[in-house]
């Protein structure tokens, strides 16, 4: 009986080591090119919430996360392709992107932060909201964007 239990015992320590063993960070899990599947904003304005798409019907964006902390943004739209490169860094459940954007001339660097929601070797979701008052009147928005891995 005694060598039943300690079969069991290991049986079960097993079990355990190899399931969270399994388990992968943000950080490793991310790397890998990503493509967007949906992407919904959705603005309160005084009270009159709107949702709407943020991708127009036959465009494609493709997100390219490296192992050294940098990426790239393909965006596939109706009047033509354009790229974003830049870096990221995934702390806790919150992914940040920097970029610098030249604006013919003039350059611009900029960081988002988004949280991540969900995120496994097949699909991820990330979030951003931001609430602020325009005068006396309040405004907030909600990002949500649905990736499946490629």
């Given at each position: 009986?005694?060598?039943?239990k ?5 049986a ?17 899990l ?15 304005d ?48 919150k992914?940040?992107?920097?970029s ?5 001339g ?16 097949k699909?991820?979701?990330?979030s ?23």
């Amino acid at each position: 009986m005694k060598s039943i239990k300690t079969i069991a015992a290991i049986a079960f320590a097993a079990l355990t080591l190899s399931l969270t063993g399994c388990s992968k960070d943000p950080e490793d899990l991310i790397i890998g090119t990503w493509i967007e599947t949906e992407a919904t904003y959705t603005e309160n304005d005084n009270g009159e919430i709107t949702t709407s798409s943020m991708l127009e019907e036959g465009e494609t964006v493709e997100m390219t996360f490296n192992k050294d902390l940098t990426y790239t943004t393909i965006y596939h739209s109706n009047v033509g392709d354009s790229e974003e490169h830049g870096t990221y860094s995934i702390s806790g459940d919150k992914l940040s992107f920097t970029s610098t954007i030249d604006f013919g001339g003039e350059t611009e660097t900029y960081t988002e932060v988004y949280n991540i929601d969900n995120i496994d070797n097949k699909n991820m979701t990330i979030s951003a909201s931001e609430s602020m008052t325009f005068g006396e009147e309040p405004y907030s928005y909600s990002i949500k964007i649905v990736f499946k891995k490629k």
